[in-house]
């Protein structure tokens, strides 16, 4: 039998942005005040209201306030995107990703 109940989050990187979010606001980067303008306008250019809901878009914020503040510059985040990416394409299936398995890490 399968769980009717819906599920909060489609993947496991959505649960770990939803976290990171809360941690650095309890941390102080941020009040939720202005996390719900920043969102807001990182949805609205799409005009979808079912964007606020998609943890790109709350990714995409998060990424904006730590480059804005100084936290992680957008070049380090993009390297590292990329860094995860090569490392993905390079494990194999059912394994964990690690930065290790990028072939072009270097430690």
Known sequence: MSDPSP???AAPWEA????LVVSLKEAGLF?????AERLG??????GD??????YGAWLATLESILAERGVAAAE????R?????????????????RLENDPLYRP
Do not use: M
């Open 16 to 19: 770990q942005v939803f976290a």
């Open 31 to 35: 009040t939720w005040t202005e996390w």
């Open 7 to 9: 599920k909060a989050f």
């Open 49 to 54: 209201s079912e964007r606020a809901a998609d």
């Open 41 to 46: 306008r990182e949805i609205r250019p799409a």
């Open 81 to 97: 995107t990329a860094a995860f990416l090569r490392a993905a394409e390079a494990t194999p299936h059912g394994q964990p990703i």
């Open 76 to 79: 380090t985040v993009a390297a």
